[in-house]
């Protein structure tokens, strides 16, 4: 157990890196986390409630941080052309330019040089961790669309041979583009054992 609680004080003290008091570049940490969230966020996931969803705030401190992420050119809405009160956020280009800048690059880099097998122990610990402390807390974190239970794979066979690859959500009841699903959905269900 002492080895447990070592991990957890050190993910605690990496916390106050994305964490922080004041601005950071001239952003909050939650603005951070927002601008960092819609640029991986997949289309379903880039509207002001999903965003108030995954930074754990209201729709009105969502809007804020939209605004102010609006007002310094790094994000732009959309109005859907079939439902005008649905909006998409989009990251601009100066906001992709602007994330090289993110305070989190100080976690990204010493991890980064780690070899791949590395990476990916250190990435799926975190993911067991978090997806035992949702089943025991019965909620569900934001993750890839690839890991989630509502994603369905078809494979149209032709001549015999498996033809490429097609995805759709059982939730949206859309199809997902192969690029798609590498993205993060705040709509995302892993699958209970
Ligand atoms: S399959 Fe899951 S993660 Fe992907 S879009 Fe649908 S709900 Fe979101």
Redesign the pocket.
């Known amino acids: 157990m002492i080895l447990a609680r070592e991990a957890i004080e050190l993910l605690g003290q990496m916390a106050r890196i994305l964490w922080f008091e004041g601005t950071k570049h001239g952003l909050r940490d939650r603005e951070w986390m927002a601008l960092r969230f819609l640029s991986r966020a997949?289309r379903?996931?880039r509207t002001p409630s999903a965003l108030a969803s995954y930074v754990g705030t209201t729709r009105g401190t969502a809007s804020f941080i939209i605004g102010e992420l609006e007002r310094l050119g790094y994000l732009e809405r959309q109005r859907s052309a079939t439902d005008k009160r649905s909006v998409t956020l989009s990251v601009t280009q100066q906001g992709k330019k602007f994330l090289v800048r993110d305070p989190i690059s100080v976690l990204l880099e010493p991890i980064a040089v780690l070899d791949d097998e590395a990476k990916i122990r250190f990435r799926d610990t975190l993911r067991h961790v978090l997806d035992q402390a949702d089943a025991a807390e019965q909620r569900h974190h934001t993750?890839?669309?690839k890991r989630?239970?509502?994603?369905r794979e078809d494979r149209t066979a032709t001549d015999g041979k498996p033809g490429a690859a097609e995805f759709s959500?059982?939730?949206?009841r859309?199809p997902?583009a192969e690029a798609?699903?590498d993205l993060l959905?705040?709509?995302?269900?892993h699958h209970r054992q």
Not at 185 to 189: A, D, G, N, R
């Open positions: 997949n379903f996931s993750d890839v669309c989630c239970i509502f994603l959500c059982r939730l949206f859309a997902i798609e699903i959905c705040t709509s995302f269900e």
